[in-house]
């Protein structure tokens, strides 16, 4: 690493303008008649996927290229585990989603400091929505400050999958389901908008899944976390996480943590000389 690092807003303006790009090539793909075939954890991926990855590596790799890669669509190389910043991406998150024809799929693209993100961007293209952090710096969506909107005295709208409304339903919580957004990182993000007062992904999810959401969620005074641990690190050996829960209201948070700790339980500590990244087995994330 150089001994001056770019500030964390140059990095952004580097994410966003490289995920409007994106967004054009992703757009090309999108509701025509494409490749597409199962990975080993049964995720789909698609031809836009790795079109926009290699677009993605070129581009934000020769603006830095002191800086680590780590993308879902790229086989994991260890040497970004001696980065101080690592691009963290999903070239196209909710590939489900995207191979539907359905407009909720993002970009995702983070920038990582010794394993706290510090510039990101959640970029839904078919929707025209950008959202958008840096840390210190504050959340915007479409260049506007990024605002909760709720209607005062609602219920608290969580979308889940059904085990965990199970858990919450349960323990009398008074809620209302929510939509479950193909895309984990749109849907994290829209607790930030207000369309949603908590969202929770099962264990499984992945650094690229929710780095970038994680800077926006921050940003945003939201409280996301790990359910087992805490505030997500990245950029470790293990890149997956536990459930996972953010909420905009605090007084959710015995119950939405609960279920998800009951339906899911907590990852097993890390072995020595395990397998990392997309090398992993084992729960796949619903984003």
């Given at each position: 690493?150089?001994?001056?690092?770019?500030?964390?807003?140059?990095?952004?303006?580097?994410?966003?303008?490289?995920?409007?790009?994106a967004?054009?090539?992703?757009?090309?793909?999108?509701?025509?008649d494409?490749k597409?075939?199962?990975?080993?954890?049964?995720?789909?991926?698609?031809?836009?996927?790795?079109?926009?990855?290699?677009y993605?590596?070129?581009?934000?790799?020769?603006?830095?290229?002191?800086?680590?890669w780590?993308?879902?669509?790229?086989?994991?190389?260890p040497s970004?585990?001696?980065?101080?910043?690592?691009?963290?991406?999903?070239?196209?998150?909710?590939?489900?989603?995207?191979?539907?024809?359905e407009?909720?799929?993002?970009?995702?693209?983070?920038?990582?400091?010794?394993?706290?993100?510090?510039?990101?961007?959640?970029?839904?293209?078919?929707?025209?929505?950008?959202?958008?952090?840096?840390?210190?710096?504050?959340?915007?969506?479409?260049?506007?400050?990024?605002?909760?909107?709720?209607?005062?005295?609602?219920?608290?709208?969580?979308?889940?999958?059904?085990?965990?409304?199970?858990?919450?339903?349960?323990?009398?919580?008074n809620?209302?389901?929510?939509?479950m957004?193909?895309?984990?990182?749109?849907?994290?993000?829209?607790?930030?908008?207000?369309?949603?007062?908590?969202?929770?992904?099962?264990?499984?999810?992945?650094?690229?899944?929710i780095?970038?959401?994680?800077?926006?969620?921050?940003?945003?005074?939201?409280?996301?976390?790990?359910v087992?641990s805490?505030?997500p690190?990245?950029?470790?050996?293990?890149?997956?996480?536990?459930?996972?829960?953010?909420l905009?209201?605090?007084?959710?948070?015995?119950?939405?943590?609960?279920?998800l700790?009951?339906?899911?339980?907590?990852?097993?500590?890390?072995?020595?000389?395990?397998?990392?990244?997309?090398?992993?087995?084992?729960?796949?994330?619903?984003?």
């Open positions: 690493m150089p001994a001056f690092a770019p500030p964390y807003e140059d990095d952004l303006e580097l994410l966003r303008a490289t995920a409007v790009a967004g054009i090539i992703a757009a090309s793909y999108f509701r025509r494409i597409s075939w199962n990975k080993d954890n049964a995720s789909p991926v698609s031809e836009a996927d790795i079109v926009v990855d290699r993605l590596a070129a581009s934000l790799l020769n603006a830095r290229p002191a800086y680590g780590l993308s879902e669509e790229t086989a994991d190389n970004r585990l001696d980065c101080d910043r690592v691009f963290i991406v999903d070239p196209i998150d909710g590939t489900r989603a995207f191979l539907r024809g407009d909720c799929w993002t970009v995702c693209l983070a920038v990582v400091e010794n394993g706290i993100p510090v510039a990101g961007v959640v970029y839904a293209p078919a929707r025209d929505e950008m959202y958008e952090a840096s840390l210190g710096g504050g959340a915007r969506l479409n260049g506007e400050p990024l605002t909760r909107h709720r209607r005062a005295g609602a219920a608290p709208i969580i979308p889940a999958p059904g085990a965990v409304h199970q858990e919450l339903q349960a323990t009398g919580l809620y209302s389901r929510g939509p957004y193909p895309s984990l990182a749109y849907r994290l993000v829209q607790v930030a908008t207000g369309k949603l007062d908590a969202a929770v992904a099962r264990r499984g999810s992945q650094d690229w899944d780095a970038a959401a994680a800077v926006i969620l921050k940003e945003s005074g939201l409280d996301f976390a790990d087992c805490g505030f690190q990245f950029n470790r050996r293990d890149v997956r996480h536990g459930a996972l829960a953010v905009s209201d605090m007084s959710l948070k015995p119950a939405v943590h609960t279920a700790i009951k339906v899911y339980g907590c990852p097993e500590p890390l072995i020595e000389n395990e397998p990392t990244s997309t090398q992993l087995s084992g729960p796949v994330s619903d984003g």
